[in-house]
């Protein structure tokens, strides 16, 4: 039973490290799938004096994804009943031209004013509009967010390290005789260590195990996707083969890793 | 005489200004049978820790089995006592493992396969007669039986030095006939060198002895 209370208490301590950091890669992920949906929606207006072809604007900056004529088609069929064929036909040929500029990228803020600025220098080009600073509040929120989950997961990975540590110490006193006896005999650290490191590999993957089966049931139950799916975002928040694999890595490095502290702290000790 | 032990100008002590054996010497020959005797508190057991490196010459030179003790590595220390035997008078077993187990530790440790550990295990339980308890848990056996067990541990892996602390202290007659016969056998068939530490020598021993007595922290051999 005791022991069993042991297991549990590193399990659930391994557990909550890798929560955090697949909290934090859902969090990456999400806002990368955002990013995405923001680039595709996003787009700079640039106005003409003369016709632009695609290739003209890609060399004028490597941002530069494709850019889409504007059709003025719709503005002057507003005005046909107002003016003259003739009137209408000299104003189709005296408007300036419109286009859509697509980027490669989500651009941070300070890449939308450089780009605004490289187009704006051109002597084709008469107005740029970047909605700089729309962007730029949706981005420097996306980005804070990003930084406020990124440091609650190393403050909950820092604090259950200390509790594995704690955890692990007990674990040593509990077997300190059998480890000194061992020693005694000539047995090397690892020999004498092997039933600390096997119960901190044992805990690791059950710790793994739970947390597939955690997202699992998140999966299934699938109100994270509706959620997701309102604000147009469609992103695996775990996937079962990556996912889990990185996390038995991540939980087997902070296990044996901690392990070693232990073993080598006592080694010196003595 | 090959020498096992060679101590020369030995001091011992826990703290610095403090002497348990003070600048002793004494050699003891591979094969011998020896005892150390001494009033309570006189400093045997320390000195036997010495041979086993548990404590460190704090003056001097100590030499066992052809390894100098001072400041020893941890490699050579494990390698020089995975050659030795050790009998305490606590037993130190180990109460998680079976008996079984307990004596296979050194064989484990020197890396023997299961089948050769397995045989050699077997064969020492019927030496200590405790075949019959190989299953059981050290708590499950009287004091007599774990001290047989830790005989028949100290002997599995046929080390060059047996080193017992009050092997007998707390025995029954029988047990403390049994450990003897085992150390003399030890001694007279497979040549180890024995080292006991012990209150008095017990009488009808089969085998030639050296004495060395400690008293204030000096070391004499006994004629």
């Known amino acids: 039973m005791k022991s069993l209370k042991n297991h549990i208490s590193l399990i659930i301590a391994l557990f909550t490290v890798l929560f955090s950091v697949q909290i934090y890669v859902g969090v990456d992920r999400t806002i990368a799938a955002y990013e995405t949906r923001l680039k595709n929606d996003y787009s700079i207006i640039v106005v003409a004096h003369k016709a632009l072809s695609q290739s003209e604007f890609k060399a004028m900056d490597s941002l530069i994804e494709r850019s889409e004529a504007i059709s003025v088609d719709q503005v002057l069929q507003r005005l046909q009943g107002e003016m003259s064929k003739k009137n209408l036909d000299l104003l189709r040929i005296t408007l300036p031209k419109f286009y859509r500029v697509y980027l490669v990228r989500f651009p941070a803020p300070d890449e939308i004013i ?33 930084d406020v989950v990124q440091i609650f997961s190393i403050a909950i990975a820092a604090v259950t390290s200390l509790l594995i540590l704690k955890e692990m110490r007990l674990w040593q006193f509990q077997h300190a005789d059998r480890m000194s006896i061992m020693a005694l005999f000539g047995a090397p650290m690892w020999l004498r260590s092997a039933v600390l490191f096997r119960l901190a590999i044992v805990d690791a993957i059950i710790a793994t195990a739970v947390l597939c089966l955690a997202f699992f049931l998140i999966d299934q139950y699938g109100w994270m996707d509706i959620l997701l799916h309102t604000v147009g975002i469609d992103v695996k928040l775990f ?29 010196e000790e003595e | 005489m090959d020498k096992v032990i060679i101590a020369d100008n030995l001091s011992l002590s826990y703290k610095e200004f403090e002497t348990i054996i003070s600048k002793a010497n004494f050699s003891i020959d591979a094969g011998s049978f020896v005892f150390i005797t001494g009033a309570s508190g006189s400093g ?110 100290a002997l599995a892996h046929n080390p060059i030095l047996i080193l017992a602390d009050e092997p007998t202290g707390n025995l029954d007659e029988y047990s403390s006939q049994v450990i003897w016969n085992l150390l003399e056998g030890a001694n007279t068939q497979l040549k180890t060198t024995v080292v006991v530490v012990t209150h008095h020598i017990p009488e009808g021993l089969n085998v030639p002895y050296k004495h060395f007595h400690i008293e204030s922290g000096s070391i004499h051999e006994v004629a």
């Not at chain 1, 889990?244 to 232990?262: D, E, K, N």
């Not at chain 2, 035997?85 to 493992?97: A, M, N, R, S």
């Not at chain 2, 023997?112 to 499950?140: D, I, M």
């Open chain 2, 44 to 153: 045997k057991s320390t000195l036997l820790k010495s041979f086993y490196g548990a404590i460190e010459p704090r003056a001097g030179g100590l030499l066992v089995g052809g390894v100098k003790m001072n400041r020893i590595s941890t490699s050579k220390l494990n390698y020089l006592r995975r050659h030795i035997g050790i009998v305490f008078q606590d037993y130190k077993l180990i109460k998680e493992w079976t008996i079984e187990k307990n004596v296979m530790l050194p064989l484990i440790i020197s890396g023997y396969t299961k089948e050769v550990s397995g045989a050699q295990v077997e064969k020492l339980l019927g030496h200590v007669r405790l075949s019959h308890q190989s299953g059981k848990y050290p708590p499950e056996l009287s004091g007599g039986e774990q001290q047989r067990v830790a005989m028949a541990r």
């Open chain 1, 239 to 267: 996937d079962f083969v990556d996912d889990s694999l990185r996390s038995l890595m991540i939980a087997l490095g902070v296990s044996i890793f901690l392990t070693l502290t232990i073993v080598i702290g006592h080694e």
């Open chain 1, 114 to 146: 450089k780009l605004q600025k490289r187009l704006q220098s051109n002597s084709d080009i008469e107005r740029v509009e970047g909605y700089a600073q729309t962007h730029d509040t949706v981005y420097k929120l996306m980005l804070l967010f990003k």
